[in-house]
């Protein structure tokens, strides 16, 4: 069995309520939409809103790095 993707309708202001700065990411059919690319791409990010503890631990057993808040983030 493959893995599971969720399809969603995406505005860039819809993207701001994602918990973390990593998952306001999406993809149009032609590109990639991302609310922090270069954070994003280098697998660094911030808690935008409300977040859930095994959510980010997830993505950090993936490799991102997660501040608390951008302010936080240094030099991506």
Do not use: P
């Not at 599971?4 to 990593?22: A, H, P, V, Y």
């Not at 999406?26 to 939409?33: H, L, R």
């Amino acid at each position: 069995m493959g893995r599971k993707i969720q399809i969603m309708f995406l505005t860039i202001e819809n993207m701001k309520n994602f918990d973390l700065s990593f998952c306001a990411t999406a993809w149009d059919g032609e590109k990639y939409i991302s609310l922090e690319e270069e954070l994003t791409k280098n697998m660094v990010g911030y808690i935008m809103n409300n977040h859930d503890g095994e959510r980010m631990k997830k993505y950090n057993e993936r490799g991102f790095i997660i501040a608390e808040n951008k302010k936080l983030i240094k030099d991506f």
